[in-house]
T-cell receptor, first 112, second 118 residues
Framework: ETGVTQSPTHLIKTRGQQVTLRCSSQ?????VSWYQQALGQGPQFIFQ???????GRGNFPPRFSGLQFPNYSSELNVNALELDDSALYLC???????????FGPGTRLTVL | AQTVTQSQPEMSVQEAETVTLSCTYD???????LFWYKQPPSRQMILVIR??????QNATENRFSVNFQKAAKSFSLKISDSQLGDTAMYFC???????????????FGTGTRLQVTL
């Protein structure tokens, strides 16, 4: 059974640029959640996708957007990057509802 | 809104000893789920243990157990026979019971850094 994978591992961008992060969910999971973890903090919920639809969103601006594909993999897109977007971005997959979320290794984004 | 508080930023324990990490939460929900995750330096968040609020029995997973006090809104993690590989950040997290179509969002505390020493 393949676990949750994320790409790339590290990314460096400059202010104003756009970035796309990718996540492959664990086999059998149909729900993907994205979290942002700033240095020294706990993860903060960005949004969740269930069967290709966004079904919940945290307190993040619209320049944070996402997609989920028919194979349940997902993308997180961030437009007009700001310095404060520098963080570890974590993807988690689950079978939906209150099922346990299993996390990928994360993508470290640095915005200069 | 739910909040999760971890009041111990750092803790240290000797190998083979027992350590308890504290977590309190605030919610008006009566049905919810609580989790402990560990995040080693490799960064990957790993599930340690899960507790359903409707279950009175405390969850256990090998050397890891919880003390769930629903009335006090407290959810502490006990690690027995600590091992060097237990060195990590530990996060307490809350998820409320869901209605159909709502997101299963985890709310995390700020974490406790645990160092296991020889």
């Amino acid at each position: 059974e393949t676990g949750v994978t994320q790409s790339p591992t590290h990314l460096i961008k400059t202010r104003g640029q756009q970035v796309t992060l990718r996540c492959s969910s664990q086999s059998g999971h149909n729900t993907v959640s994205w979290y942002q973890q700033a240095l020294g903090q706990g993860p903060q919920f960005i949004f969740q996708y269930y069967r290709e639809e966004e079904n919940g969103r945290g307190n993040f601006p619209p320049r944070f957007s996402g997609l989920q594909f028919p194979n349940y993999s997902s993308e997180l897109n961030v437009n007009a990057l700001e310095l404060d977007d520098s963080a570890l971005y974590l993807c988690a997959s689950s079978s939906g509802g209150p099922d346990t979320q299993y996390f990928g290794p994360g993508t470290r984004l640095t915005v200069l | 809104a739910q909040t999760v508080t971890q009041s111990q930023p750092e803790m240290s324990v000797q190998e083979a000893e027992t350590v308890t990490l504290s977590c309190t939460y605030d919610t008006s929900e009566s049905n919810y789920y609580l989790f402990w995750y560990k995040q080693p330096p490799s960064r990957q968040m790993i599930l340690v243990i899960r507790q359903e609020a409707y279950k009175q029995q405390n969850a256990t997973e090998n050397r890891f157990s919880v003390n769930f006090q629903k009335a006090a809104k407290s959810f502490s993690l006990k690690i027995s026979d600590s091992q060097l590989g237990d060195t990590a950040m530990y996060f307490c997290a809350f998820m409320k019971h869901l209605n159909t179509g709502t997101a299963s969002k985890l709310t995390f505390g700020t974490g406790t850094r645990l160092q296991v020493t020889l």
